[in-house]
């Protein structure tokens, strides 16, 4: 079984990385909702270690709601969230190649193996290791992974944690689905939606295991403050100076006017500073400039690129680089808010990444990628 800790805080001040004990300190701010808890998850490589993030409620409220897509043009969308957990950072590379061992040797298929990193420009970009190589690095993300490779994945450390996996390929949850094999990115038309394959498992809401967030999770940690309100959806995570992008013609038409932000660089890497060398010590204490990630990886890294996490501020509930750095796959098809629809040859992507433009790294707004894209990572969650 995985060994827990849990620890009451508003933020976290430090990484924990002991085993088997439990250490609380309550602190309670005046019109705090949100309580935060965090709780690490421990690999025999101490590198591998990942925390999540517990998010509950304070008043013992079953749920929480959110106005997705609030201040953007498309229409919003008002859904409540239950309590639930999402790791501090994206998945690192070091937690993926553990779980990827795993899996090889307990009958799991995951086609796409992972890299540790990329740096260059679009299209053109280069890998920081060769796929599923052993890590050379500390909390860089993996990429290059598509929805099923990642959906695949969390049943692996579900079962290697000795937990029970999410996605099924039965309606009784007895057989988790362990291949993430699919019809090829020219061929989307004739996938199949069928109950119980690859891209249409069965869900068990139930179940302890770990997951991919669903959209309105994602968005409720990225926009969430600890007395319950939020950000604006045009906001990079944590960043209360105002919006990502300028207001647009169409929206001054209509009567909108929106503050542009001054700080939202503090907190995520995008396309304007992704080339610039990350901080000599990280939130973990990691180097993260382009001579040592040079010098470690024995590629001759620069332009822009793919950031180790911890690198820029955390928002207001504690997670860092939900703005950027790495676009983050959702379990959700790629649909808009409250549509009726059910399947789309696309899931949900968020978080923005350090190629693009600071427009994708805004907390709201619909942001899909192909089943099979490659250039995605993700963040883990879990029931509560």
Not at 70 to 76: A, G, M, Q, R, T
Not at 99 to 106: H, T
Not at 285 to 311: C, E, F, P, V
Request: hydrophobic share 30%; glycine share 10%.
């Amino acid at each position: 079984m995985e060994k827990f800790k849990l620890i009451s805080t508003l933020f976290i001040s430090i990484l924990l990385f002991f085993s088997g004990c439990t250490e609380e300190t309550d602190t309670i701010q005046t019109g705090q909702i949100i309580k935060t808890e965090s709780q690490t998850v421990t690999f025999s490589n101490t590198n591998a270690n990942f925390t999540m993030i517990d998010i509950s409620f304070i008043d013992g409220r079953p749920s929480d709601f959110i106005i997705l897509g609030k201040d953007l043009l498309e229409i919003p969308y008002t859904t409540n969230v239950k309590p639930f957990r999402l790791a501090m950072y994206e998945t690192s590379y070091n937690t993926w190649y553990e779980v990827l061992k795993w899996a090889k040797n307990n009958g799991y298929t995951i086609v796409n193996e992972g890299v540790e990193g990329v740096f260059g420009e679009v299209e053109h970009e280069n890998n920081m290791s060769e796929p599923g190589a052993e890590p050379k690095l500390v909390e860089m993300p993996v990429c290059r992974l598509t929805w099923r490779d990642v959906m695949v994945w969390c049943n692996a450390l579900s079962e290697m944690k000795g937990l029970e996996p999410v996605y099924c390929t039965d309606k009784d949850f007895k057989t988790p689905l362990r291949d993430s094999t699919g019809v090829a990115l020219n061929d989307l038309k004739n996938y199949t939606i069928e109950p119980g394959e690859v891209d249409n498992p069965y869900v068990n809401t139930n179940a302890n295991g770990f997951r991919l967030p669903y959209v309105k999770e994602w968005e409720y940690a990225a926009r969430k403050r600890l007395d319950a309100t939020a950000i604006s959806g045009r906001n990079v995570s944590g960043d209360e100076t105002g919006s990502a992008i300028k207001t647009t013609a169409t929206e001054l038409m209509n009567g909108l006017s929106f503050t542009l932000s001054s700080k939202q660089n503090e907190y995520c890497w995008q396309r304007q500073n992704s080339a610039s060398d990350g901080p000599s010590k990280t939130y973990t204490g990691q180097d993260d400039t382009n001579t040592t990630l040079s010098a470690k990886t024995g590629k001759s890294i620069s332009g822009r690129r793919m950031h180790l996490s911890g690198g820029k501020l955390p928002n207001h509930l504690g997670f860092f680089d939900m703005s950027g750095n790495v676009p983050e796959w959702c379990f959700d098809y790629d649909v808009p808010y409250g549509s009726v629809y059910k399947f789309s040859t696309a899931r949900g992507l968020r978080g923005g990444d350090h190629l693009n433009e600071i427009v994708g790294s805004r907390c709201s707004g619909n942001k899909g990628g192909a089943l099979v894209g490659l250039s995605f990572g993700f963040r883990i969650a879990q029931n509560h």
